[in-house]
Each structure stands twice: as C-alpha cells, then as structure tokens.
C-alpha cells in the first residue's frame, strides 16, 4: 500500500503524531502507519530471533520495533516474535526461515534503497527525472516491509493461533459482517483470489468506522487511502509453495488456524481509541 510510507518514515512517536496533525486529517491519512502512529497493540515480550538491533518491548509496538533505527536513520529487519517452527504444522519452518531472512529483509534493503536514491535527487547528486522510478519503488518495498511486520505479528502457534476472535473485535466483526463466518469466508475467498502476487487484508475505515476485506496485488497497490490494516495474509508464493505448492486455497484455510486474534483485537481497540482522542 502507498499510504503508510509518508507517515512511518518519519521516526516520530505516537504521542507526537497525535498532536502534530489534526484528528480528522490525520486519521485520513495514517494508512499502515497507524500501525505505528497509535503504537500497535501486540505482545513484544518474547522475541525468538536476534537480527535486529531493534529489541523488542512489552508495550504495544512502536516505530522502533516497527523496523525503523533512529540511530542509524534506517529501516530495520525486526526481530520473528517467534520460533521459525512454531507455526507448524500450518506454515512450515524452512518457509518462515526463508521468509522472513530472505524476502522480508529484501523490502527491507529495496526501501532503504529507495530512500537514499530520492534524497539524492533531492540534493542534486542524482537526475529529477529518476524520482518516478525510485517513487515506485519506495510505494512497493515501503509497503512490503510494513505490512510483513504486521504479518508476523498477526500470527502464533497454538495455544494462541486460531479458532475465533473474542473482545470488540469479535463485536465488530458481526456488526460489519453479520457473523464470524460470513467474515471468513469473505476473507479467505478474497485472498485467494488475488490476482498474482499480494495480499489478503482486514481493515478498519476510519471515515464510516466499518471494517472492510480488501486485497492488494504486489504490496501498494488496490490502496483505499485511509484505512488500517488490522489483519493480513501474504499470498506471494514464496510464503506457501515449499509446503502448498500451487494450492493457495489450501494455505489460506491453514492461516486461519494460526491467526492471533488476541493481538489483532489489541491492534483494533488501540486505533480506535486512537481515533476518539486525537
């Protein structure tokens, strides 16, 4: 999506954010980087892997451990909250492994690429007629890194993975959905239905309130500026075929079962409160 990277590449603090844009506007605006603008609402205590000088914490998720190094004014690989196997036997270790090292550290260098590219520009070192294609890349990596954190994030392995949502998620979803079922059944189909590579999506709207089942093809695109990502599924390839091969349907019945509803009921209720007081 092309919404977030506006917001989240500067490594400004929710509190901060809240006060710097007025409530209606920057709530229009937020995207993805509402995810760091409110502090996402996940549990960063116990972090298995260490390839990131960003240390996870026991507060909601803030830029930092949204893969943003102040120090370094760069973006980050965060950290899996997890073991690479302890979502099997839904999504195998060697996918997470290569998932997660490999790809997701990939948006990680292309966006950090693309940043360095738009600056020097900026700054003349680089020709202005570049800045439409290092904006198109900023759009696909920037997106791609963000909305993997999220995807690690809305994941675990039992107990916690699966089975349905409880708390004002759970509400809001038979408010917006009619049921539990209608909303997964919609979910999946449209996941499944992506037209190549990109992304299944959950998101609130902020405008009318409503929760919305969205897909995005690649990353960035298919965008309704405006709307969080609460819960998201990758359906590139690379995140099923070494267990699923062509059978996507299959890997997106088997991601229900590791869904941490928990979290994303912390994620929704801190944007929504979010929403009220800023």
């Known amino acids: ?13 929710s509190s901060e954010l809240l006060t710097l844009i007025p409530r209606r506007g920057a709530i229009a605006s937020l995207g993805l980087a509402a995810m760091a603008g409110v ?27 949204m893969g943003w190094d102040p120090a370094a ?15 099997e036997p839904h999504i195998d270790k060697q996918t997470m492994e290569l998932h997660h090292d490999r790809h997701h550290d990939g948006y990680v260098k292309g966006l ?24 198109r890349e900023l759009a696909f990596h920037g997106s791609g890194h963000l909305l993997h954190v999220l995807f690690w994030n809305n994941m675990a392995g039992a107990p916690d993975g699966g089975g349905q949502p409880s708390g004002e998620i759970a509400k809001k979803i038979d408010t917006d959905f009619g049921s539990f079922k209608a909303f997964s059944d919609h979910f999946q189909a449209a996941a499944t239905n992506v037209e190549s590579n990109g992304w299944g999506i959950l ?29 998201v599924i990758d359906v590139w390839e690379h ?34 409160a979010a929403t009220k007081h800023g």
């Open 39 to 65: 502090g996402m609402g996940f549990d960063q205590s116990a972090f298995a892997q260490n390839s990131s000088p960003v240390k996870p914490s026991p507060t909601p998720i803030s830029p930092a451990d």
């Open 203 to 231: 998101a609130l709207e902020p405008v009318s309130g409503q929760l919305m089942v969205m897909q995005a093809e690649k990353h960035q695109n298919l965008t309704t500026w405006g709307v969080a990502p609460l819960l």
């Open 112 to 135: 950090n690429k693309a940043m360095a590219m738009l600056a020097e520009i900026r700054s003349g070192k680089r020709d202005a007629s570049e800045v439409k294609h290092w904006s």
């Open 1 to 13: 999506m092309t919404s977030p990277i506006i917001t989240v590449s500067d490594p400004v603090h």
């Open 73 to 87: 004014k760069q973006y980050v690989l965060p950290p899996l909250p997890y073991k690479y196997d302890a979502l």
């Open 239 to 272: 995140a099923y075929y070494l267990k699923y091969q062509n059978k996507r349907k299959d890997y997106v019945a088997a991601f229900m079962n590791v869904i941490n509803w928990k979290a994303v009921d912390r994620h929704f209720t801190a944007i929504v």
